[in-house]
């Protein structure tokens, strides 16, 4: 019989990359991980790691085993929501998870919501970025994601995970009170060529955004200005250090003498959000009864466009 906990560290080492990653996600020792999938190869009677520099990787043996430990759990999640349907109202611990402004603007109200329409169902937050968001949900430490659409995510043939687009949040074009723009109904991208820019610090899922944006509209923007997070673009904006792309589920500080202004023409940037589950949890009651609730706050909000 294969212990079934050998198979979780081989499938933890599979998401992470590394067996010192799969490791520390599974709050066990690098050795003791490595101990665990000696024993799972000898049962098995296969190689299923292979030295490769200073590291190691997956075997073919291995792929082959991962993709049937995919499965199974999958079938085993479908099974469990069967299940649970059988109990008629959704109850027990749903865990949430999502970027900051989906947390203010939607989770946080959605959780308050539940608690009046579903009295036996209890929800937890938790802030994470899309990466850790994945990897909240593999290690079962999360059960729905609501995450940006990015290159850097699972791709959507990912046996491992369930993931619904839910809504598109366009971005404003962002100009002090006083600026020519900020009269304009629209604002055309190719017009701002000239305009100094805030952007993004390199390598940030904004940054990307804004400059393909850019390029899309036949220019590289001038960068005047980098940051993290939105209230500071949105200073720097304020003191006409530059304009700046911010999307429009994103609160602007309210003493900030600033104004939106929406982006016309065909190159209107976009985040694209989805929630994302462990392939098979999507059915589950408690998930179909938050989502039902989500949709509902995602069609409530102002200027944001829902998926369907």
Same mark, same amino acid.
């Given at each position: 019989m294969i212990d079934l906990r050998r198979l979780h560290v081989l499938r933890a080492i599979a998401h992470h990359g590394t067996v010192s990653g799969a490791a520390k996600a599974l709050h066990m020792s690098t050795s003791a991980a490595s101990q665990q999938i000696r024993l799972l190869s000898k049962d098995l009677g296969v190689p299923l790691l292979e030295p490769v520099g200073r590291g190691v990787r997956l075997s073919s043996a291995a792929q082959i085993l991962i993709a049937h430990i995919d499965a199974i759990e999958a079938m085993w999640r479908l099974a469990e929501a069967e299940l649970q349907a059988t109990e008629g109202e959704p109850s027990g611990l749903l865990r949430l998870c999502g970027f900051p402004t989906a947390i203010a603007t939607l989770l946080a109200p959605l959780v308050d919501t539940a608690r009046d329409r579903h009295p036996k169902l209890e929800l937890r937050l938790r802030e994470a970025e899309a990466s850790e968001s994945f990897d909240l949900l593999f290690a079962g430490e999360a059960d729905l994601a609501l995450v940006e659409a990015t290159p850097d995510n699972p791709p959507p043939e990912d046996i491992r995970f369930d993931a619904q687009t839910v809504f598109n949040d366009p971005f @404003? #074009?962002?100009?002090?009170? @006083? /600026?020519?723009?900020?009269? *304009?109904?629209?604002? &055309?991208?190719? @017009? #701002?060529e000239r305009e100094p820019w805030i952007l993004g610090v390199p390598g940030s899922i904004h940054r990307r955004h804004v400059l393909t944006a850019c390029s899309n509209a036949g220019f590289r923007p001038t960068? *005047?200005?980098?940051?993290?997070?939105? =209230?500071? !673009?949105?200073? %720097?904006? /304020? /003191? +006409? %250090?530059?304009?700046?792309?911010? =999307?429009?589920?994103?609160? $602007? =500080? /309210?003493h900030l003498d600033l104004v939106r202004v929406p982006i016309g023409g065909p190159y209107t940037p976009y985040r694209h959000f989805r929630a994302v589950t462990l392939r098979?949890?999507?059915?589950? =009651?408690?998930?179909?009864?938050?989502?039902?609730? $989500? @949709?509902? +706050? !995602?069609?409530?909000?102002?200027?944001? &466009?829902?998926?369907?």
């Open positions: @404003d #074009l962002v100009v002090p009170a @006083d /600026h020519w723009v900020a009269a *304009t109904d629209k604002a &055309d991208l190719r @017009d #701002l960068v *005047t200005g980098e940051a993290r997070e939105w =209230p500071v !673009i949105a200073v %720097m904006v /304020h /003191h +006409r %250090m530059g304009v700046a792309l911010i =999307p429009r589920l994103v609160d $602007l =500080p /309210h098979g949890g999507a059915r589950r =009651p408690s998930v179909a009864a938050v989502m039902a609730l $989500l @949709d509902e +706050r !995602i069609r409530a909000a102002e200027g944001i &466009d829902p998926a369907a």
